[in-house]
T-cell receptor, first 115, second 112 residues
């Protein structure tokens, strides 16, 4: 069965400190990987995605994630967080395969940035 | 361009009732997917529609149904509501089934 594991349910970090949110997925031949962010009482916003090509992908607000096929991981990192980064972050995977275009999500990681 | 829109934003129902949730995709997007997000969990896939046909279904009972209209908007219907149906229902649209999905703000359903 397809699955996504986000190892940390909550991550507190001080403002301007670096952060890493971990994501692992069950192995498959070909996957597409996404990070979505959810602010309180809102829907999901696409943060970044890996479809093909360079294994390091970046967002416009300083986040980056690296696709590691051998470790089946897609960890999200930011070198210096801001208060405005406080939100819940969801890792999602779409497995290639006949009829399989749904997203499978992890349970989410709540990032709390402490002033 | 407007993003994905959903209505209503909030809804309160009682057990056994029926509910209809609506979604308008981003202009030009032909695929709509529905997800259920229970408090404290990640979204769970319910349905995917493309060109007005159901193209995928998650592990949800037959009380859940959906349809897509010629203008590509969509409705999610849930019959015989249970307390456990209380959740945020998210709609996502994409150009085609394979393309990146963009989410709406969701409809928060509370079943009493």
């Amino acid at each position: 069965a397809q699955s996504v594991t986000q190892l940390d349910s909550q991550v507190p970090v001080f403002e301007e400190a670096p952060v890493e949110l971990r994501c692992n997925y069950s192995s498959s031949v070909s996957v597409y990987l996404f990070w979505y962010v959810q602010y309180p009482n809102q829907g999901l916003q696409l943060l970044l995605k890996y479809l093909s090509g360079s294994t390091l992908v970046e967002s416009i607000n300083g986040f980056e994630a690296e696709f590691n096929k051998s470790q089946t991981s897609f960890h999200l990192r930011k070198p210096s967080v801001h208060i405005s980064d406080t939100a819940e972050y969801f890792c999602a995977v779409r497995y290639s395969g006949a009829g399989s275009y749904q997203l499978t999500f992890g349970k989410g990681t709540k990032l709390s940035v402490i002033p | 361009d407007a993003g994905v829109t959903q209505s209503p934003t909030h809804l309160i129902k009682t057990r056994g009732q029926h509910v209809t949730l609506r979604c308008s995709p981003i202009s030009g997007h032909k695929s709509v997917s529905w997800y259920q997000q229970v408090l404290g969990q990640g979204p769970q896939f319910i349905f995917q529609y493309y060109e007005k046909e159901e193209r995928g279904r998650g592990n949800f009972p037959d009380r859940f149904s959906a349809r897509q209209f010629p203008n590509y908007s969509s409705e999610l219907n849930v019959n015989a509501l249970l307390l456990g149906d209380s959740a945020l229902y998210l709609c996502a649209s994409s150009w085609t089934r394979q393309e990146t999905q963009y989410f709406g703000p969701g409809t928060r359903l509370l079943v009493l």
